[in-house]
């Protein structure tokens, strides 16, 4: 997939064009991604980086960044992405100001959006009024109670399978390895530490089963209690794996809650503990 940060960069059309910020590429996204696909030539996405409430002053919890957000959108057969930086002078322009500044100049002929998209100045532009200004459109009908605001709400709450069924794919944490305490490799469980950005959800702390590539993990998200720790980490155990990981960028899969955090009576039960998460992860069942 080609992707863009000017309009001379991705150059003109004919193209569909889907817009929307598609955080999290859920269920819903992916009906969008199916109707430009079906909907003519070049299917293209118009996106926004930073997500445009940040860029108004908003927090903002990220299901993914951008880096994820566009493999995914290439995986469902996207051919092409504008990344348009979300300035607050693309945020003050008014509709037919940002279809002349952003999609007349690609080769814009058909828009795909969701049935209540709405852009521009004030968030006043819709279908219907790109209709007026000359362009086809595909409305695509919403999903019920399937949103990027309900799916944050659950990967929250550590409802991973919940969040799992609306996303169509596991909830997903990612990050670079660094060095951390290296307990792990002490206790026979070395973990990969990841610095996570600051902008990206992570789901509510605990112990999960889930993966990473084909290797299944087991996940700590916390503070380690048992070392009476502070500060919150993302530590995975990856099953069956040996090598260096430092400085890698991992994308891991969280399949399913095991555990709360806690405290154990002394490091040969945490040991005992772990080990017992571990045959739990080998178990687990990708959702």
Same mark, same amino acid.
């Given at each position: ?22 955080? !999290? ?24 980086? /930073?997500? /445009? ?46 279809? @002349?500044?952003?999609? =007349? ?7 795909? *959006? ?5 852009? !521009? ?9 790109? &209709? %007026?200004?000359?362009? *086809? ?34 909830? &997903?944490? #990612? ?5 951390? @305490? ?27 089963? !889930?993966?990473? !590539? ?5 996940? %700590? ?8 720790? %502070? &500060? ?23 399949? &399913?809650?095991?555990? @709360? #955090?806690?405290?154990? @009576? ?12 571990? #045959? ?5 069942? =990708?959702?």
């Amino acid at each position: 997939m080609k992707v863009a940060r000017t309009r001379a960069e991705l150059g003109a059309g004919p193209r569909a064009v889907a817009l929307g910020t598609f955080d !999290g590429v859920h269920l819903g996204h992916q009906r969008v991604i199916q109707t430009l696909l079906d909907a003519g030539p070049e299917p293209t996405v118009v996106t926004f980086d /930073p997500h /445009p409430r940040t860029a108004l002053g908003n927090r903002v919890d990220l299901l993914m960044p951008l880096t994820r957000r566009l493999e995914l959108l290439g995986e469902l057969g996207v051919e092409a992405t504008l990344v348009v930086e979300f300035t607050l002078d693309v945020a003050g322009l008014g509709p037919a100001q940002f279809a @002349d500044e952003f999609l =007349r100049p690609i080769g814009t002929e058909t828009v795909v *959006a969701g049935a209540d998209f709405h852009f !521009g100045r004030a968030r006043k532009g819709d279908l219907g009024l790109l &209709e %007026s200004l000359g362009f *086809a459109t595909r409305p695509v009908p919403l999903l019920e109670n399937v949103s990027s605001t309900r799916i944050r709400e659950l990967v929250r709450e550590g409802d991973v399978p919940g969040a799992a069924a609306l996303l169509g794919r596991p909830v &997903e944490v #990612e990050g670079i390895v660094v060095t951390g @305490d290296a307990r792990g490799g002490t206790l026979g469980f070395p973990t990969a530490n990841l610095d996570v950005r600051p902008d990206l959800l992570v789901p509510s702390n605990g112990i999960y089963a !889930g993966a990473v !590539g084909e290797n299944r993990a087991a996940v %700590s998200i916390g503070t380690n209690p048992h070392y009476g720790g %502070s &500060e919150r980490r993302v530590e995975a155990f990856l099953l069956d794996f040996a090598g260096d990981l430092y400085g890698e960028r991992l994308v891991v899969e969280l399949w &399913e809650r095991l555990r @709360d #955090e806690q405290s154990f @009576d002394s490091e040969q039960a945490l040991i005992d503990q772990i080990a017992l998460d571990v #045959e739990r992860t080998r178990a687990a069942t =990708r959702p």
